[in-house]
């Protein structure tokens, strides 16, 4: 048995949360591999709206085990709100949620450094969502970071005050308010809630899983175009978005990989900073924006819009080797008389297929026209009632990229989903 794997293929906000909720029915373990609470998940069912931030988000359906793997940086107080919130929906989330003794932890200090190194860079700050993730994963990389598992040990409360220590001291160089007395309270409060959860050595248990013959969902967080090594770089995340990063972040080994499922929106968008091409400041821009509710989950930001960008969407199926695309939102597009891909970009004069090295720079991108379908799609639940100028846009996606769209979403609910 092997592990499939849900990513997104963009700059994130793709629907990743709706697509592994309607995907989960066919797993045992959902298991989320990278990133922290900067992720918002957002499903909707039963006339509800939920929006996961840490939590995999299979944890609303019956015997479904979700884990939170080491590749995930963890704040206790995020997290035990998160819990809290299911709970009151009638969720069992301790019968239904591991947590890896692995993954690490994010101090009450590490968003004050985030916070600090943010508003020190002025205009070229990066769109951080000011969780603690960057100087969480910078700790880790340092060999300075606390882990789940060491929160049961009798040595914890002096490892966290010597963390706390080299952390205020590395903040005397900003000039910032350093006060975290109510938060940290809060913090020491939730890693005793959290105390009560199962933690466990989750490398073992996935691969035990397999060999078992269960089925494992690996979900992401973000998009592959804010990988950090392979993103937009300095415009990026903190881990490793790709495929790549569900070895690292659960413990299975790159032959363990099954199918690589790229989830990605019928248009693009962005938030923070960073390079765009296709974005669109204009009207057209605005009206994706508003009738596709683009602000962010998690901050409420409005999201930059833009067309899709086919240059930047092979170059993520490529790194992740996807198997399957998944295309989100492609009812936002129902009222455009045309609908523009960008196939290129024109970098100094010179038309490129490639996502350039040289992205933060002037690039112009060079568009191919669709007609469109100009129907409304939310009510819409066959392939087979799916519009033609609908079918040949995917069609030109699946030439380009040479990968099957095998599920097309058509609003936000569960049953909204065209699985092809």
């Known amino acids: 048995m092997k592990a499939d794997v849900v990513l997104g293929l963009q700059w994130g ?3 990743k949360g709706k697509i592994v909720d309607v995907l989960t029915p066919s797993y045992n373990i959902i298991a989320r591999f990278q990133g922290g609470p900067n992720a918002g998940h957002s499903l909707e069912f039963d006339h509800k709206k939920f929006v996961l931030h840490t939590i995999p988000s299979g944890i609303f359906r019956d015997n479904v085990v979700n884990l939170i ?9 995020i997290l035990l709100d998160e819990i809290n919130a299911i709970r009151d929906f009638g969720v069992d989330v301790a019968g239904r949620l591991l947590i890896s003794k692995k993954a690490h932890l994010i101090l009450p200090t590490h968003r004050i450094i985030d916070a600090a190194s943010e508003a020190s860079k002025g205009k070229t700050k990066i769109g951080s969502t000011l969780k603690g993730i960057g100087p969480a994963y910078m700790d880790k990389t340092g060999r300075n970071g606390l882990r ?21 001291e590395f903040l005397k160089q900003f000039d910032f308010d350093c006060q975290i007395d109510d938060y940290e309270k809060q913090w020491l ?10 933690f466990v050595e989750s490398e073992y248990a996935l691969n035990e899983c397999l060999n078992s ?42 032959g363990k990989i099954g199918e690589v499922m790229g989830v990605f929106k019928a248009y693009c968008t962005r938030v923070g900073g960073g390079p765009f091409p296709t974005e669109l400041n204009d ?4 009206n994706i924006r508003q009738v596709g ?35 989100t939102k492609a009812d936002v597009l129902d009222d455009f008389d045309t609908i523009k891909v960008a196939v290129a970009y024109r970098i100094k004069g010179e038309e490129v297929h490639q996502f350039p090295f040289e992205i933060n720079e002037p690039v112009e991108p060079v568009y191919k026209e669709f007609k469109g379908w100009k129907k409304p799609l939310s009510g819409l639940r066959s392939e087979e009632e799916l519009p033609f100028e609908l079918m040949t846009y995917v069609r030109f996606i699946e030439k380009e990229t040479g990968v099957p769209v095998k599920i097309i979403s058509v609003g936000p609910n569960r049953d909204q989903t065209i699985i092809r």
Not at 152 to 164: G, H, Q
Request: with cysteine; proline share 5%; aromatic share 8%.
């Open 13 to 15: 906000d793709e629907g």
């Open 69 to 77: 793997g080491n590749g995930v940086v963890i704040d206790p107080v």
């Open 148 to 168: 789940v598992g060491d929160v049961l040990s009798p040595l914890f409360p002096e490892r966290y005050r010597a963390l706390k220590a080299k952390h205020v």
């Open 189 to 198: 409060n939730s890693i005793e809630a959290l105390k009560q959860f199962t």
């Open 213 to 254: 013959n269960h089925k494992i969902l690996a979900e992401g967080a973000q998009g592959s175009l804010l990988d950090i090594d392979f993103g937009s770089y300095p415009y990026v995340t903190s881990s490793n978005t790709i495929c790549a990063g569900v070895c690292t972040g659960l413990g299975l080994a790159p």
């Open 283 to 286: 009207e057209t821009g605005e």
């Open 293 to 327: 509710h683009e602000f962010g989950a998690t901050t409420g930001r409005p999201r930059r819009t833009g067309w899709l960008d086919l240059v930047a969407l092979k170059y993520a199926v490529m790194l992740s080797g996807v198997t399957q695309l998944l295309m």
